[in-house]
């Protein structure tokens, strides 16, 4: 809230009837004085400045970092800020756990110009996402491009409050050792601004990188959401609402155990991420899990966001199957179950019988098949069952593992070390294209 001078007499009788501090009209703003910036610095009051200019420009930007990666991240901006010819200063937070970049400007800039240059340098660093919930990114000041025109915007506290001051918080600090600067008057005296003509380059270059970005991948349907179904999902990033992100940021971001573990035993979690985040992002879309599909599909659905919906993947030719075993009643469910689904998690105990269940969903689906393992164990298992219940000899079935690359043309057999390495190599692609049924087998194991 600003500063104001009123009579707490003349208040307090407005307030008793009915009235709010917001409605009350007298009022004035307070003079900011050298004596209110002597209160600040002697630690009588805390003064905080509303950077958005009546005009919607400023004459600053800060980027606000918290959480347990802030330094890194805080230096990954300021380096690639450094980069474009931007000087850009660290200033640890009054709580001493987070950190403010203030890049100072010669004029005042607008701000739907300066936010969206600084987020796209924030995103290129990989700081920024709006689907990552682990980023240590708070917000910009401003915090909006225009004001509203019921307030002033949002405010940000400004350095050297003394009582903050004086424990080495609330000052601008070296990057490197993280100390405070020794004469902070010095530093601020010395700081170099960035022009206007400066940041108008920079911004007109972001803008032609994406205006290229856009020329690539064509619009669809005038920027309608478009779901595409392959390998994995793909959506148009720029037609994603603002309640489909924060779905997707909620979905597809998994608490990491051990992190947690390490915060309650009081140890550093340093290093370790604190969230897995399922959520890539390219230039024009955003990719995620295939498996997510049905999810996504019922949220749009339920949510009235119209979307179009492309089916990509291609059957290969059929294969002939089988399979020389009959199947009990808790199988049969099973299968019956499954043949209605295009991916899904099979639970079953020890000794149901997931191995016959596994080759008649291979038979059912008549498609050249891929069995994924992390053991030669169950591997050789594998190999066993196909024979005596598929009846295709050893020597025809697939393997990927050992030193040896084969692919069957019905069934192959791969250990998961083996094809990671196999999907590196520059012919990798020729394994994405030889396999229309996966089975991934004792997934639970397999990170």
Known sequence: MPAYFYDPYRYRAHKMNGGTFQNYADKEYLPFTEKEIEKHLNGEQHIGVYPLLKDNTSWFIVADFD??????????????????????????????????????FEQPYPAI??????????????????????????????????????????????????????QGNSCFIDIESLEPIQNQWDFIKNIQRISTMKLDELHQIHNTQQNISASIVPKLCNEKLTIRLANVVKINRNAISTS???????????????????????????????????????????????????????????????????????????????????????????????????????????????????????TEKKQPALIITHRKQIADQWIERIETFLGIPKNEIGKIGQ?????????????????????????????????????????????
């Open 244 to 362: 489909l992100i924060n779905f997707l940021k909620e979905e597809l971001n998994f608490l990491n155990t051990p992190f947690l573990i390490k915060k309650k035993m009081g140890k550093s979690p340093y290093g370790t991420e604190r969230y897995f985040k399922l959520v890539e992002e390219i230039e024009n879309e955003v990719i995620i899990p295939r498996g997510f599909i049905g999810k996504i599909i019922r949220f749009c659905r339920e949510n009235n966001i119209e979307y179009n919906f492309s089916d990509e993947r291609k059957k290969l030719k059929e294969v002939s199957f089988l399979l020389n075993a009959q199947l009990q009643e808790h199988q049969q469910i099973v299968i019956d179950t499954i043949t209605k689904k295009d991916l899904g998690v099979i639970v079953a105990p020890p000794g149901s019988g997931k191995t016959i269940v596994g080759l008649k969903i291979i």
């Open 113 to 166: 110009k300066s936010r969206k240059l600084f987020i796209s340098i924030l995103e290129q660093t990989g700081v920024f996402s709006l689907f990552d919930k682990s980023s240590s990114f708070d917000r910009m000041f401003p915090n909006q491009d225009f004001l509203s025109g019921k307030g002033f915007g949002n405010l940000i506290a400004l350095p050297l409050y003394k009582k903050t001051y004086e």
């Open 403 to 447: 030193g040896k690359t084969k692919i069957g043309k019905q069934i192959t057999i791969a250990m998961i070390q083996s094809l990671s390495k196999e999907l590196e190599k520059p012919d990798g692609i020729k394994l994405l294209n030889a396999f229309g049924t996966i089975i991934l087998d004792e997934c639970h194991h397999i990170p």
């Open 67 to 104: 959480k347990v990666e802030w330094v890194d991240d805080c230096k990954k901006f300021i380096a690639a800020c450094n980069e474009k010819g931007i000087s850009a200063y660290l200033e640890r937070s009054r709580s001493g756990k987070g950190g403010h970049v203030w890049i100072f």
